[in-house]
């Protein structure tokens, strides 16, 4: 199999040892692009020892720590070719990662992204309602991983309405009109994770209103370490959120800036899923070996989109368990899996900072 | 902000009252000291904690007689006097250092106001508690206007205030805070003493211990040197110079290595967390695009090799500590000196006579480095701190002409 030939078919069909072969031999020619042309790519498997590997299995891939992007702005095409740089979302004293697209990288994550979403929301665009409100994408201050990520799901609905106002509260107006307007239709909410839950739910619970959104398929991302703070789990959310507006098609996604092409989306079953087109690997925390299914460890992410910029084979600062590979209940082959959180943070060490760290925890 | 002893404001402001000092090495002083000795070695919560223990033990009378023989020694027939009210601003992460500088200025006679981070510390907890409980006695009434500690973060305003009561100011590092705490100003006849961040490595020959026969006695003193604090004080070991010819130093290497990998899995030092373990694997990539580092597998997540050309390309803003090494080798001890900048603190030696470094050192006239000793000292506290002789540093020299 080519890439080509894995665009024309489901992206979930292929069994282990096919996906093996073609993610290994797509990864090789990556590893070798990615080192004729990006020198510090080029360093680092200089360290390690790698030059000239051509790597077996999936395992055996050198990964770079994702926290490298915030440090480096490396790619492996001409600046002339870049037609899109991404960065990270992070609070205006954090560093933000630099990914540098060129055109055939983002062309083929557009058809990546469009392969896996079909296959949730089916090919026809359906009416889009937005749990955010629509200033994010006007502030150019605000406009981040968010703005992007709104606009990005944007391509697979049709009719895109705001439910929240600029003081983010939920305009019902605007909502009601929406729903008088597609009445009987299938329709599409998409919304950060966070957002949902403290601007939709949490508005909705303390107004006591219930709506109507039963025919709907609601897809968040964004991750739950915000919701954890609060106690609220995957489970609590969809329970809560279905009790507030009859939603039971709930789908979370994982996924980062970092690595384009790799977007795990949650099946009926529960579990994220790895498309045909990239893969994961759970390590050791310690050891980094890889782990078997069951075990939580250190999630690594592969994919074959990024050809602009070495993010084929990342190791994340995130934990989780692999369930299990092409035998989900949902159907679709591929491993799947579940996140469990980030990593905690290591601990301030030293005779130094006397004043910065205080200064820190402060902000 | 938290007045930790003595416990009201006003008593601070007593503090700052302008009074005369006590004589150095006064009986009430050195009882004091061995006190709070005492009470440490006798608790056995403490015992857990080998920092603290071996705090306790330079704080013991036999130990601080021998730091007044030295202070005797050094006086001479000359009169060295406390410079009066001494602030400390510690460090938020090492929990024994603010002990060390308040009790050596205290020793020779000064008052002293000590800022201690906020940050909770169950040991800075259990040392304040000891120490305010000793304070509180009768037989140290004199003391008790002489001592201030506070807690707090981040505020100016109490450092402005304490800074400009202070005859001595001496910073805890962090080159920010450092600078930051610079823009403070302090009384026009007053000194200030500075710990910036600072670096050390370690200088091992070959050939001495391609025939060392034991071998383990180093390798714990190595760990020791290394692992403790997260190998992030400005003492702990970060990098090392082999120093021997070529075979030697491919033989000493795996000798070595091998050693303290095994010792390291008995240890399995559990202050090194996931997190370190990234923060590592990060340090490694920056290591290679930035100085062509090359990485040394190791068989253990707790040890991380990264050979380097010379020290020069010991990048130190991209070590994050916690069993991470670079190494690199000379053929002799003189081309160890050729880069050393003002950031080195201590060279850690093994197989090495002290006069020959001695020697070394008087030759080279390299522009860093403040203290030279043996591997497995390297965290020991020495009155003599980053070129400083503290007690000098905390007195004024009386001249009396004839």
Same mark, same amino acid.
Request: hydrophobic fraction near 40%.
């Given at each position: 199999m080519?890439?080509?030939?894995c665009?024309?078919?489901?992206?979930?069909?292929?069994n282990?040892?096919?996906?093996q072969?073609?993610?290994?031999?797509?990864?090789?020619?990556?590893?070798?692009?990615?080192m004729?042309?990006?020198?510090?790519?080029?360093?680092?498997?200089?360290a390690?020892?790698?030059?000239?590997?051509?790597? /077996?299995?999936?395992?055996?891939?050198p990964?770079l720590?994702?926290?490298?992007?915030?440090?480096?702005?490396?790619?492996?095409?001409?600046? #002339?070719?870049?037609?899109? +740089?991404?960065?990270?979302?992070?609070?205006?004293? /954090?560093?933000?990662?630099?990914i540098?697209?060129?055109?055939?990288?983002?062309?083929?994550?557009?058809?990546?992204?469009v392969?896996?979403? /079909?296959?949730?929301?089916? @090919?026809?665009?359906?009416?889009?309602?937005?749990?955010?409100? @629509?200033?994010?994408?006007?502030?150019? =201050?605000?406009?981040?991983?968010?703005?992007?990520g709104?606009?990005?799901?944007?391509?697979?609905?049709?009719?895109?309405?705001?439910?929240?106002?600029?003081?983010?509260?939920?305009?019902f107006?605007?909502?009601?009109?929406?729903?008088?307007?597609?009445?009987?239709?299938?329709?599409?909410?998409?919304?950060?994770?966070?957002?949902?839950?403290?601007?939709?739910?949490?508005q909705?619970?303390?107004?006591?209103?219930?709506?109507?959104?039963?025919?709907?398929?609601?897809?968040?991302?964004?991750?739950w370490? =915000?919701?954890?703070?609060?106690?609220?789990?995957?489970?609590?959310?969809?329970?809560?959120?279905?009790?507030?507006?009859?939603?039971?098609?709930?789908?979370?996604?994982?996924?980062?800036?970092?690595q384009?092409?790799s977007?795990?989306?949650?099946c009926?079953?529960?579990?994220?899923?790895?498309? +045909?087109?990239?893969?994961?690997?759970?390590?050791? =925390?310690?050891?980094?070996?890889?782990?078997a299914?069951?075990? #939580?460890?250190?999630?690594?992410?592969?994919?074959?989109?990024?050809?602009?910029?070495?993010?084929?084979?990342?190791?994340? #600062?995130?934990?989780?368990?692999?369930?299990?590979?092409?035998?989900?209940?949902?159907?679709?082959?591929? =491993?799947?899996?579940?996140?469990?959180?980030?990593?905690?943070?290591?601990?301030?060490?030293?005779?130094?900072? +006397?004043? +910065?760290?205080?200064?820190?925890?402060?902000r | 902000?938290?007045?930790?002893?003595?416990?009201?404001?006003?008593?601070? *402001?007593?503090?700052?009252?302008?009074?005369?000092? &006590?004589?150095?090495f006064?009986?009430?002083?050195?009882?004091?000291?061995?006190?709070?000795?005492?009470?440490?070695?006798?608790?056995?919560?403490?015992?857990?904690?080998?920092?603290?223990?071996?705090?306790?033990?330079?704080?013991?009378?036999?130990?601080?007689?021998?730091?007044?023989?030295?202070?005797?020694?050094?006086?001479?027939?000359?009169?060295l006097?406390?410079?009066?009210?001494v602030?400390?601003?510690?460090?938020?992460?090492?929990?024994?250092i603010?002990?060390?500088?308040?009790?050596?200025?205290?020793?020779?006679?000064n008052?002293?106001?000590?800022?201690?981070?906020?940050?909770?510390n169950i040991?800075?907890?259990?040392?304040?508690? %000891?120490l305010?409980?000793?304070?509180?006695?009768?037989?140290?009434?004199?003391?008790?206007?002489?001592v201030?500690? &506070?807690?707090?973060?981040?505020?100016?305003?109490?450092?402005?205030?304490?800074?400009?009561?202070?005859?001595?100011?001496?910073?805890?590092?962090?080159?920010?805070t450092?600078?930051?705490i610079?823009?403070?100003?302090?009384k026009?006849?007053?000194?200030?003493?500075?710990?910036?961040?600072?670096?050390?490595f370690?200088?091992?020959?070959?050939?001495?211990?391609?025939?060392?026969?034991k071998?383990?006695?180093?390798?714990?003193?190595?760990?020791?040197?290394?692992?403790?604090?997260?190998?992030?004080?400005c003492?702990?070991?970060?990098?090392? %110079?082999? %120093?021997?010819?070529?075979?030697?130093?491919?033989?000493?290497?795996n000798?070595?290595?091998?050693?303290? *990998?095994?010792?390291v899995?008995q240890?399995l030092p559990?202050?090194?967390?996931?997190?370190?373990?990234?923060?590592?694997?990060?340090?490694?990539?920056?290591?290679?695009?930035?100085?062509?580092?090359?990485?040394?597998?190791?068989?253990?997540?707790?040890?991380?090799?990264?050979?380097?050309?010379?020290?020069?390309q010991?990048?130190?803003?991209?070590?994050?500590?916690?069993?991470l090494?670079?190494?690199?080798?000379?053929?002799?001890?003189?081309?160890?000196?050729?880069h050393?900048?003002?950031?080195?603190?201590?060279?850690?030696?093994?197989?090495?006579e002290?006069?020959?470094?001695?020697a070394?050192?008087?030759?080279t006239?390299?522009?860093?480095?403040?203290?030279?000793v043996?591997?497995?000292k390297?965290?020991?506290?020495?009155?003599?701190?980053?070129?400083?002789?503290?007690?000098?540093?905390?007195?004024?020299?009386?001249e009396?002409?004839?």
């Amino acid at each position: 199999m080519n890439i080509q030939e894995c665009l024309n078919i489901d992206p979930y069909v292929l069994n282990k040892e096919d996906k093996q072969k073609f993610l290994c031999s797509e990864l090789n020619k990556l590893t070798q692009l990615h080192m004729d042309n990006c020198s510090e790519y080029q360093s680092i498997l200089k360290a390690y020892s790698y030059l000239d590997t051509t790597f /077996q299995s999936l395992e055996e891939f050198p990964y770079l720590p994702v926290r490298l992007f915030k440090e480096y702005e490396l790619k492996s095409c001409e600046d #002339e070719e870049i037609i899109k +740089t991404m960065t990270s979302s992070g609070t205006t004293s /954090q560093k933000v990662s630099k990914i540098f697209l060129d055109k055939e990288t983002a062309t083929l994550q557009t058809k990546v992204l469009v392969k896996i979403m /079909q296959n949730f929301l089916g @090919k026809t665009r359906l009416p889009m309602l937005i749990i955010d409100t @629509k200033s994010i994408l006007k502030d150019r =201050k605000m406009f981040s991983a968010r703005g992007a990520g709104i606009l990005g799901l944007s391509t697979f609905g049709r009719k895109h309405t705001y439910a929240l106002n600029e003081k983010m509260e939920i305009d019902f107006e605007v909502i009601q009109q929406f729903l008088d307007e597609h009445k009987g239709q299938k329709v599409f909410i998409f919304g950060f994770t966070f957002m949902i839950w403290q601007y939709f739910y949490m508005q909705l619970k303390e107004k006591n209103i219930v709506l109507d959104l039963s025919n709907s398929i609601l897809i968040h991302s964004g991750g739950w370490k =915000k919701l954890i703070d609060q106690s609220v789990d995957n489970k609590t959310f969809k329970q809560s959120l279905e009790k507030q507006t009859g939603i039971r098609d709930i789908h979370d996604f994982y996924g980062m800036v970092e690595q384009v092409g790799s977007v795990f989306v949650e099946c009926e079953e529960g579990h994220l899923h790895a498309s +045909t087109f990239s893969d994961v690997i759970i390590r050791d =925390k310690m050891t980094l070996e890889p782990l078997a299914i069951g075990e #939580e460890g250190i999630i690594e992410v592969l994919s074959v989109v990024p050809r602009s910029y070495p993010g084929h084979v990342l190791l994340t #600062e995130d934990v989780g368990i692999l369930r299990g590979e092409d035998d989900c209940a949902c159907g679709r082959k591929g =491993k799947y899996f579940t996140v469990n959180g980030r990593l905690a943070k290591a601990e301030i060490r030293g005779c130094s900072d +006397t004043h +910065t760290s205080d200064e820190r925890e402060l902000r | 902000m938290t007045i930790v002893f003595p416990q009201s404001t006003d008593s601070i *402001e007593n503090i700052c009252i302008e009074k005369r000092v &006590i004589a150095p090495f006064s009986d009430v002083l050195v009882d004091f000291v061995d006190d709070v000795s005492k009470h440490i070695l006798n608790e056995s919560t403490f015992k857990q904690y080998p920092e603290l223990m071996a705090l306790a033990f330079w704080m013991r009378r036999g130990h601080i007689k021998k730091l007044q023989y030295y202070f005797m020694q050094k006086q001479g027939t000359k009169l060295l006097l406390g410079r009066g009210i001494v602030f400390h601003l510690a460090p938020s992460n090492v929990d024994t250092i603010f002990i060390y500088s308040w009790f050596l200025s205290l020793l020779v006679g000064n008052s002293n106001i000590v800022r201690i981070s906020d940050k909770k510390n169950i040991q800075t907890d259990l040392l304040l508690k %000891v120490l305010t409980l000793i304070l509180q006695q009768h037989k140290y009434e004199e003391l008790q206007t002489r001592v201030g500690i &506070i807690r707090y973060g981040h505020d100016d305003e109490v450092t402005s205030y304490l800074s400009r009561m202070a005859d001595t100011r001496v910073i805890w590092g962090g080159d920010r805070t450092i600078e930051h705490i610079r823009t403070i100003p302090i009384k026009a006849t007053a000194t200030e003493l500075t710990f910036a961040d600072k670096f050390s490595f370690a200088i091992i020959d070959s050939k001495t211990l391609c025939e060392e026969k034991k071998l383990m006695l180093l390798i714990k003193k190595f760990y020791n040197d290394t692992f403790w604090f997260g190998q992030m004080a400005c003492s702990s070991i970060r990098s090392i %110079v082999w %120093v021997g010819s070529k075979e030697d130093n491919i033989q000493a290497k795996n000798k070595f290595w091998n050693a303290l *990998e095994t010792y390291v899995k008995q240890q399995l030092p559990e202050e090194i967390t996931p997190a370190d373990i990234i923060n590592k694997l990060v340090a490694e990539c920056s290591m290679a695009i930035e100085q062509d580092g090359i990485v040394t597998k190791m068989d253990t997540p707790y040890i991380n090799r990264i050979q380097i050309e010379d020290l020069s390309q010991a990048n130190t803003h991209l070590h994050c500590g916690t069993g991470l090494f670079y190494e690199c080798e000379v053929d002799g001890l003189s081309e160890v000196f050729q880069h050393i900048s003002k950031k080195y603190q201590t060279i850690a030696y093994y197989g090495f006579e002290k006069e020959v470094l001695f020697a070394a050192l008087q030759q080279t006239l390299p522009y860093g480095i403040d203290r030279v000793v043996p591997i497995g000292k390297s965290l020991e506290f020495s009155h003599v701190w980053d070129g400083y002789d503290l007690f000098e540093s905390f007195c004024r020299e009386v001249e009396v002409w004839s």
